[in-house]
């Protein structure tokens, strides 16, 4: 029978000594990176449906003219437009679904539900925030080569 002061194979002895004031400083700018995330993730989208709306008012305020531009009957202007509708339209759902209040279930007690709870927070903004910035920049994209197309073949 093992004694008390006797180090069996059952257990595990850990030296260990204090952080120094550098990693002291790195564990706490860690800590600052990761609650300051879902606030960022948060604005990101934030802002990603602030331009989504305001190009889409201005798509909408273009299609309200009583007299349209000649350049609106032109078939690819449709479809590049109608594209860059579409990704922006995309792109604002995705940045409201980053910004929507979920209910998270989990234990108040545990520090491991917590974590993984933060976690799918965490991936579930993200991948929404990524998303929506990716269908934006498409948008962009499509609304330049209709503006590039107007000015250089149809003026």
Known sequence: MPR???TSNDEIV???SSLSESDER???????????????LEDAARQIITLSTALLGAFFGLLAFKDAPAYLGFVEIKIVGALALTAFLLSLFLA?????PKRYEFPRASLTAKRKALNEMLATKQNSVAWASR??????????AAALDILIFRI
């Open 4 to 6: 008390k002061n006797d």
């Open 14 to 16: 850990v030296s260990s």
């Open 26 to 40: 790195l564990e706490k700018l860690f800590d600052e990176m990761e609650s300051g995330s879902l606030k960022t």
């Open 96 to 100: 409201l679904q980053a910004v929507f």
């Open 135 to 144: 269908l934006f920049g498409v948008g962009a994209l499509l609304m330049l």
